[in-house]
């Protein structure tokens, strides 16, 4: 079955740097790939996604991210983060076919005033 | 309005106790998912349905039961609650296999 790996459990940032998050996946065909963001006490809402076509996806907030299929990569990207941003952030892949989701440890994002 | 409701939002359940966790969608859509969240962990796949009146197993279905009574309701079920059993439990729709949308959470404490 397919697999996520975010080898970063926590990632900290001054407000107004850029930001990349790390997400590689395990999956031999063409994977789907998300992006979801979960405020404390919340459920997750998805930011962006990749089904296919440029491998560069924009979401929501000015998150992007790009799809590096030679290096099973999908990592999340913003140019300026603001305090809001500070949330848990989670990777996901789906290989279709009625097989679900699968989703990473998630990476905790803290963002610095 | 809220499309993907999950009753109760927090429980405290004794061990040895039988649990339901409840799902109900006004999406609409043909799957739904059971997943816990634990810390260091993310979230993990428990059961999940892309159908009425049929359930697929997870990657972690032990301990666990589905039921998916209809298209628009979607439970979990804990016959023997146990302390590792303790977690967040997150349900999620989807129109099909793709993007989900999910639920609130319910925080379940087993004692």
Redesign the interface.
Known sequence: ?QSVT?PD?RVTVSEGASLQLRCKYSYSGTP?L?W?VQYP??????LL?Y?SGDPVVQGVNGFEAEFIKSNSSFHLRKASVHWSDSAVY?CAV?A???????????TKLSVKP | EAA?TQSPRSKVAVTGGKVTLSCHQTNNHD?M?W?RQDT??????IH?S?VADST?K??IPDGYKASRPSQENFSLILELASLSQTAVY?C?SSPD?????????TRLTVL
């Open positions: 079955a975010q459990a789907y998300f979801y006490r919340q459920g997750l809402q998805l996604k089904y989670f789906s279709g076919n009625n097989n679900a989701p699968r989703f990473g440890a998630g | 993907v799957y998912y997943y260091g962990h993310g979230l993990r796949l999940y892309y697929e997870g990657d997150f999620a296999i793709y993007e989900q949308y999910f639920g609130p959470g």
